[in-house]
């Protein structure tokens, strides 16, 4: 069993619509949660993070963290063309480093 | 604020040959990371730097991948000698002391091994 997973995707929604990015982990003692978006051949931006149970809204954005559940989403709302990326979820380890999933494809279409 | 920085973009070698890839993290930044991307692979962590000192190295694939942050500025990973599975692009990253503190990247290097 991996340690964050992902689906890869690709997942395709219509421009205007939410798109939903899931991210299950298996590490119990991870306590915070990143989101990065990554463009093809450039480097993970960070999005938002996360570290408390519930809902963090910034912006188009909100992040989910279950942590009964071991889960952690990432909304995005009025999805533009632009949001057209890989989403990186990933979790920190209690030493520090992050620990990656696969990414999951995102395309929106005009 | 400058970024992480990396160099080279890109370094095309041959089997058996040695590169050594740099990092400059943002100024101020105590922890550094590496990290690897293979095709179709997740991003997997190399190693951790705190300061000059390595924290955790777990994620080293063997022997012939060395790290090193001298000064607790800038770092250097060599691959010696290379290898065609070692082919991907590396990433260096830094954060500020905090578990909150998030990672900022490079642009990384794309390495291949022919």
């Known amino acids: 069993q991996k340690e964050v997973e992902q689906n890869s995707g690709p997942l395709s929604v219509p421009e205007g619509a939410i798109a939903s990015l899931n991210c299950t982990y298996s590490?119990?003692?991870?306590?915070?949660f990143f989101w990065y978006r990554q463009y093809s051949g450039k480097s993970p931006e960070l999005i938002m993070f996360i570290y408390s149970n519930g809902d963090k809204e910034d912006g188009r954005f909100t992040a989910q963290l279950n942590k009964a559940s071991q889960y952690v989403s990432l909304l995005i709302r009025d999805s533009q063309p632009s949001d057209s990326a890989t989403y990186l979820c990933a979790a920190r380890s209690n030493t520090g480093k992050l620990i990656f999933g696969q990414g999951t494809t995102l395309q929106v279409k005009p | 604020e400058a970024g992480v920085t990396q160099f080279p973009s890109h370094s095309v070698i041959e089997k058996g040959q040695t590169v050594t890839l740099r990092c400059d993290p943002i100024?101020?930044?105590?922890?550094l990371y590496w990290y690897r991307r293979v095709m179709g692979k997740e991003i997997k962590f190399l190693l951790h730097f705190v300061k000059e000192s390595k924290q955790d190295e777990s994620g080293m694939p063997n022997n012939r991948f060395l790290a090193e942050r001298t000064g607790g500025t800038y770092s250097t990973l060599k691959v010696q000698p290379a290898e065609l599975e070692d082919s991907g692009v590396y990433f260096c990253?830094?954060?500020?002391?905090?578990?909150?503190?998030?990672?900022?990247f490079g642009n990384g290097t794309r390495l291949t091994v022919t």
């Open positions: 590490d119990r003692g991870s306590q915070s």
């Open positions: 990253a830094s954060s500020q002391t905090g578990g909150l503190s998030p990672l900022h």
């Open positions: 100024s101020g930044h105590d922890n």
